[in-house]
């Protein structure tokens, strides 16, 4: 896996995605939203599948996250979509930390959401 810091621990506040971007060893630039939801930390792309506008531009509920265009909800465990009018899921990404860094590995996404930049 191809880890890399993202972020620090101290800038993840609890029920406020963050934003971040991400670079693909092919240098290909990817955004991800960083949440800390039931405890755990996530890590997903930023983008909604159905309004095309950034996740982190929404809100965590208590059920996911938020896009804040059109009300599509995001498991972020999983990246299912919860309702309408989203229907695809939104990739997620392996992420850990290390001492106060974030590392997110956006090169093998959990469950196998795959986009082209």
């Known amino acids: 896996m191809t880890f890399q810091a993202v972020a620090t621990i101290d800038e993840i506040v609890d029920d406020l995605p963050l934003g971040v971007e991400a670079t693909a060893p092919d240098g290909t630039e990817w955004q ?3 949440v800390r939801f039931d405890g755990e930390l996530y890590a997903l792309h930023d983008e909604c599948s159905h309004g095309h506008v950034r996740l982190s531009e929404g809100d965590l509920t ?7 265009l059109h009300g599509s909800l995001f498991d972020p465990r999983t990246g299912a979509a919860l309702n309408l009018p989203a229907t695809q899921p939104v990739a997620t990404y392996p992420v850990k ?7 997110v590995d956006v090169d093998h996404p959990l469950n196998n959401v795959t986009y082209e930049n």
Do not use: K, S
């Open 32 to 34: 991800i939203v960083l």
């Open 62 to 68: 208590a059920e996911g996250i938020e896009c804040h």
């Open 97 to 103: 930390v290390d001492g106060t860094n974030v590392l």
